[in-house]
């Protein structure tokens, strides 16, 4: 996993940081309701955060959010609070899947 992160990482100039960091373009965490629920926050600015278009219930939606934000050419450094997470590995899995797709439409 780690050799695919570090090409994604290198194909995309992204960098993908697990430490806080006020430089960071688009952070992913996770955070806790008023009464206790998780929910999880996919963001670039975490200052202005729209419960329509940056809180996700489900963990699972995160990995096409953070597809989303390696494929904007504006991200350079993404937080994720944890990339241990089932989402962000199968998010990796499926970034190396297209970027070998498109290097092998690229020989032929």
């Known amino acids: 996993m780690e050799n695919k992160i570090k090409n994604i990482e ?3 100039n992204v ?15 996770e955070e806790s309701t008023a009464d206790g629920y998780s929910v999880y926050v ?3 600015n975490t200052h202005q955060i ?8 489900y963990d699972s939606d995160l990995s096409m959010a953070m597809m989303e934000a390696v494929q904007n050419v504006d991200y350079n450094k ?3 609070d944890d990339m241990d997470n089932y989402w962000f590995e199968e998010a990796i899995e499926e970034l190396t ?8 439409n690229k020989i032929k």
Request: aromatic letters at 22%.
């Open 78 to 80: 993404i937080y994720v």
């Open 42 to 44: 996919a963001t670039q």
């Open 97 to 104: 899947e297209e970027l070998t797709e498109e290097l092998t």
């Open 10 to 12: 290198k194909h995309y």
């Open 50 to 57: 729209s419960v329509e278009e940056n809180i996700y219930y």
């Open 15 to 29: 960098k993908f940081v697990d430490e806080w960091d006020n430089e960071c373009n688009f952070y992913i965490y």
